[in-house]
């Protein structure tokens, strides 16, 4: 038990480390006020919206980022996948939390363990997509959109891997519900960046 303990704590303050660069990433990209943002800018938005999977969250997610974005596609994909990496950060936050509150049994904190796995390997994929979309413009083009495509559909499986943990597993229903709820909310934000993705040529 004591070993399990270490390891799980090592994982723990991985997780921890992780998000600090997480949250130094998302920074790069910033929402500006939509006050003045011409509408050529947000119509360019609620049209790529329509395109995914969740184009309610998408625009009123997005809509933020107008004047970032402008109506350049790329951009639009950038901001897509930011908003999907605070997403994450904050689901994997939440699960930190939970996983280390007093009185959880040996089989919820297998799941725990085995979902921050899966949460380690989302942000790894998001980062890698992120990288990839650095480099849609030069003679790689198709190779790195198709890593992109690659490595933010590895994310959404993940993202299902960790909730299917708890479906299957004997936990506490109040943590499962709050489990599932972050999760579900990133998986969309994911989703609908994976979407964008595809559109993007």
């Not at 919206?49 to 004047?67: D, E, H, R």
């Not at 089989?107 to 380690?120: G, P, S």
Request: glycine share 2%.
């Amino acid at each position: 038990m004591e070993k399990y303990y270490y390891n799980f704590t090592k994982l723990f303050n991985f997780l921890t480390f992780v998000l600090a660069i997480l949250s130094f990433i998302s920074l790069q990209v910033q929402p500006i006020s939509s006050a003045k943002t011409p509408p050529s800018y947000t119509n360019f938005i609620k049209n790529k919206c329509n395109n995914t999977t969740y184009p309610t969250v998408c625009i009123k997610t997005l809509y933020p980022y107008a004047s970032y974005v402008k109506t350049n596609s790329i951009r639009l994909c950038k901001a897509a996948l930011n908003i999907a990496i605070q997403g994450t950060d904050n689901a994997a936050r939440t699960i930190a939390k939970l996983a280390h509150q007093k009185g959880i049994s040996h089989i919820e904190a297998a799941a725990f363990k085995d979902c921050i796995y899966d949460v380690k390997d989302e942000i790894s994929e998001l980062k890698r997509t992120l990288n990839a979309m650095e480099h849609l413009r030069g003679a790689d083009r198709k190779f790195e959109w198709a890593n992109a495509k690659t490595w933010a559909s590895a994310a959404i499986t993940d993202a299902e891997s960790c909730m299917d943990g708890f479906s299957k597993t004997k936990v506490n229903p109040a943590v499962r519900t709050k489990i599932r709820s972050c999760l579900s909310d990133e998986e969309k934000l994911i989703s609908n960046a994976l979407a964008l993705i595809n559109h993007l040529y």
